[in-house]
């Protein structure tokens, strides 16, 4: 099985920053996709950013120059460091990675149970 934590959620002014990281564990023999999701009440879950094994990187508009996204293979760990952030951004910030494990033979998509941002005007 796969687990999933983020954690660096918190409570910040506008214009702040806030690092979140996310580290997957588990019979894990490989993850190609890790990234970001949030979720704002009474809204759907969006995208905020994705990044592939190779360092490739993918961002919902609304984030763009503001959030970057970095991983660490070697640790299984995905980082997203927002800066400027507005309160618009107030969210239940989810971790994904997308893994295949030691008892499967393909890719699963697995999810953590999210961390609070909330950004104060």
């Known amino acids: 099985q796969v687990e999933v934590v983020e954690s660096g959620g918190g409570l910040v002014q506008a214009g702040g920053s806030l690092r979140l990281s996310c580290v997957a564990s588990?019979?894990?023999?490989?993850?190609?996709?890790m990234g970001w999701y949030r979720q704002a009440p009474g809204k759907q879950r969006e995208l905020v950013a994705l990044?592939?094994?190779?360092?490739?990187?993918n961002y919902a508009d609304s984030v763009k120059g503001r959030f970057s996204i970095s991983r660490d293979n070697g640790k299984k760990t995905v980082y997203l460091k927002m800066n400027s952030l507005k309160p618009d951004d107030t969210a239940l910030y989810y971790c994904?990675?997308?893994?295949?494990?030691?008892?499967?033979?393909?890719?699963?998509?697995?999810w953590g149970r999210g961390t609070q941002v909330t950004v104060s005007s």
């Open positions: 994904t990675a997308r893994a295949i494990t030691t008892t499967q033979d393909s890719f699963g998509t697995y």
């Open positions: 588990g019979s894990i023999l490989s993850i190609n996709v």
């Open positions: 990044i592939t094994g190779g360092g490739s990187t």
